[in-house]
């Protein structure tokens, strides 16, 4: 039986995975996840060789849920933490549904814009 092997991320593409992008330079701002490693425990890239961070599947399920609480649900880091610590699983229903209609709606507009440009060459 072979083992599902994860997709590992880099430090960069999870930061522009999540918008995290500075707005002058377009570099990833890839500070923000090694300030929130520090004040989230929940949050352990994998390090490898060269001290290079990678993120698994589980990682960026962490990520998603400290995005939407300092983000969507403009908590401070304080709170957040507290959010994170009494338990992921105790967390508001509507907050996951939420993390998920996000996702969902970012992954349809993506989708929608590429059948777009392909129906525009069809009529070029």
Known sequence: MKKKIDKLLTISEVATKFGLINSVSKKPLTHILRFWEK???QLRPTILLGGRRYYSAKDIKVIK???YLLKNQR???IGAKKA???NLK???ETKSLSIKAEY???LIKTK???IL???KKLNG
């Open 117 to 119: 440009n392909r129906i």
């Open 75 to 77: 908590l401070t880091i």
């Open 65 to 67: 849920i400290i995005h």
């Open 112 to 114: 929608s814009k590429i």
């Open 84 to 86: 994170m610590n009494e």
């Open 90 to 92: 105790h967390l508001d």
């Open 104 to 106: 969902y709606k970012k």
């Open 39 to 41: 004040k989230f425990k």
